[in-house]
């Protein structure tokens, strides 16, 4: 053999080989490859193989692969991370997740606003063996872990009980948290004090976890809730992160500029900040946080008690008619019903319209004892309206700002919920990027892909790099669109044509495939 004949077998064989050991499983073709860094979209292809990512890039025409996607003309981006989501109770009721994987979601973080599982341990197990369509990571509850020490006390910690909630947290963080969470508008939560949040904030610290804050308050008293946040991060020496940003009550639209200056001032002292929002002007929660904390306090038996009582249900039914007065209206019209089982007639109502419904006069002040009765029968899920379109598209502006969608995995046609459930990422896209262009697409999807990555610790996920796992969306911008609406919610986004999850094709032309291939994500703790 001549050694020209010996150098064209060899790169024969070596070719033959390459071939072998790189044949993808799925070969995306043809796509703008968003790699989720916030740079231009680059013309090319991505190979994946046994769940993750292995070639990126023009790759050769000869490439082999078992499946070939056709993404002319459509974004090629990695799978979007929703870092702000509450989905306890609904994973096993709806595994396939697919309100967020219809948007796009391919990863979600739970444990939110200081409620998560209690023992994260057996919740990561329980999930393993569910097996959801969605990836999911969890923070650990501040809540949670207040109420299994102290119940529902509305008073200061002993030591003995701090370190009995100190030990909780690194318990749940060698689970693998990837940080703390509070709810301080919420009971027990409402009832700590920001020494007993450092304290715990500190332990999630040690596992380099974050601390995630639905922060004290979110209308009149903003400003000192930021300062609150942002100290507990400086004196416990972890990074924050501020849930949904938003400004409540029409006395305070247009606070929005003061606010950033915040965090980002925060920011250029070397803290580290970041925000998330839901691209809407109504928030979601409970009924019960028109009432005001203290009469909440030692559970409901307490909260009966104390509203039987003449003078105090009076003084609540005052106290709830100031703040109608401080959001400068004269009725409970922007509350709605989203929930309330004892009578579903209510979803979609506002308490205004339900109070006519009782044949009661047309007043604040019977409206009141309404939201009263409503809460001894049921805590009542409900859609808050209140928000400046404005101040929601300048929170958008700002670079550290990550999509979310506050929202639990929804059960087809329960309720009458908060659309964001449904279309947080698509009405971004479609709304405030092709339409309004208030932000450009690579920043939105950097936003929804290697921001929350770096900011919870997901090092393998978030880009469209070689070695990462295959996370990945295919949309068409000219399309993709939130349908669900605030009188009509039960509507999936469109326009994403695959959504592949750990490198499973799990959207395929649009449509759900069945495929539950999401994993637990452990923060480093575990790790």
């Known amino acids: 053999m001549t050694r020209y004949a010996f150098l064209v077998l060899l790169l024969l064989l070596t070719q033959t080989t390459w071939a072998q050991t790189q044949r993808a499983d799925i070969l995306i073709r043809n796509g703008r490859l968003y790699d989720g860094t916030g740079n231009t979209w680059t013309l090319g292809d991505v190979a994946i193989r046994a769940g993750r990512i292995v070639a ?14 056709d993404a002319q003309g459509l974004a090629v981006a990695p799978g979007f991370i929703d870092v702000h989501t509450h989905i306890e109770d609904d994973e096993v009721r709806q595994p396939t997740a697919d309100n967020f994987i219809y948007d796009g979601v391919t990863t979600v973080v739970t444990g939110n606003c200081g409620s998560s599982r209690p023992d994260l341990r057996r919740y990561f197990h329980m999930l393993d063996s569910t097996h959801l369509s969605v990836n999911v990571a969890s923070l650990v509850g501040h809540g949670t872990v207040r109420k299994a020490v102290m119940g529902r006390a509305r008073r200061v910690p002993s030591e003995v009980e701090l370190q009995r909630m100190e030990a909780l947290v690194d318990s749940a ?16 939560g409402t009832y700590s004090r920001t020494p007993e949040l450092v304290r715990l904030a500190r332990v999630a610290g040690r596992y380099h976890g974050l601390y995630a804050t639905h922060m004290r308050n979110e209308s009149d008293s903003v400003t000192f809730a930021i300062q609150e946040a942002l100290k507990v991060g400086q004196e416990a020496g972890l990074p924050v992160q501020i849930s949904h940003l938003k400004l409540g009550g029409q006395q305070n639209w247009g606070r929005t500029a003061a606010l950033l200056r915040l965090i980002e001032d925060a920011r250029r ?13 109504a928030s979601s929660t409970s009924l019960s946080t028109l009432l005001p904390d203290a009469v909440q306090a030692d559970g409901r038996d307490s909260l009966r008690a104390r509203l039987a009582r003449p003078a105090v249900r009076k003084a609540v039914e005052i106290s ?10 004269k009725h409970f019209s922007y509350a709605v019903v989203a929930s309330f089982p004892p009578d579903t007639s209510y979803n979609g109502r506002s308490i205004e319209e339900i109070n006519r419904l009782r044949r009661r006069p047309h007043t604040a002040r019977a409206e009141a004892a309404t ?5 001894l029968q049921y805590d009542a899920g409900m859609v808050f309206h209140g ?3 404005d101040d929601v598209q300048n929170i958008m502006r700002y670079p550290q ?32 990027v092709r339409e309004l262009h208030i932000i450009t697409l690579e920043e939105a999807i950097r936003r929804m892909t290697s921001l929350p990555a770096q900011t919870f ?8 790099r070689p070695g990462l796992a295959a996370d990945i969306v295919v949309f068409d911008p000219t399309t993709v669109q939130d349908r669900s609406t605030f009188e009509q919610p039960h509507q999936y986004s469109v326009g994403m044509k695959y959504v592949l999850v750990n490198g499973r094709l799990t959207v395929r032309d649009g449509r759900h495939t069945g495929i539950r291939n999401g994993q637990v994500l452990y923060g480093a703790g575990r790790k």
């Open 56 to 69: 990126v890039g023009r790759l050769p025409a000869t490439y082999p692969a078992d499946t070939v996607l």
């Open 173 to 188: 963080m060698r689970a693998g948290a990837v940080g703390l969470s509070s709810g301080l508008i919420y009971v027990p």
């Open 269 to 281: 002292a070397g803290q580290q900040v970041t925000i998330d929002q839901y691209p809407y002007t």
């Open 320 to 329: 709830m008619l100031a703040r109608l007065k401080r959001r400068k209206l």
């Open 371 to 375: 939201v009263l009765d409503l809460v």
């Open 387 to 389: 928000m400046s379109e």
């Open 401 to 432: 700002n990550m999509v979310a969608s506050d929202a639990s995995i929804r059960v087809w046609q329960e309720g009458v919920p908060h659309p964001r459930g449904y279309g947080s990422n698509a009405r971004v896209l479609g709304r405030y």
């Open 457 to 464: 610790g997901f090092t393998d996920r978030g880009l469209l």
